[in-house]
């Protein structure tokens, strides 16, 4: 299951964590992994071209973002990137989860 966890409000995001697998296909053709890697590999991509000095973005086994300083570019880009994984784990509750902590 792919895990991503999220702290902060609406608006207010600090951090995100993209873990785990879908397993909803073989490997290399797991369609659900492709679009969450996608959507996790695009908003590090738009922090960086954006608000490079305002977030510290990691890529490895998992995604992870860590707010250093908060704007309003910072959070449209991360709340834009929630409403589409959160479309994907409506789809797919089996495969994917989304866990929020204020």
């Known amino acids: 299951m792919i895990r991503v966890r999220v702290t ?3 608006g207010s995001v600090r951090s995100i964590r993209i873990s ?32 490079p000095e305002t977030c510290k973005p990691e890529l490895g086994d998992d995604i992870r973002i860590s707010v250093k ?6 959070q449209t880009i991360l709340e834009t990137m929630l409403v589409q994984l959160g479309t994907i784990a409506e789809k797919y509750p089996k495969n994917m989860k989304i866990d929020r902590k204020e």
């Open 20 to 51: 785990g697998h879908a397993y909803a296909g073989d490997p290399g053709e797991d369609l659900i992994c492709a679009a969450v890697s996608s959507i996790g590999i695009g908003t590090l991509n738009a922090l960086e071209e954006l608000a």
């Open 8 to 10: 902060g409000g609406r």
């Open 69 to 74: 300083e908060s704007t309003d570019t910072v």
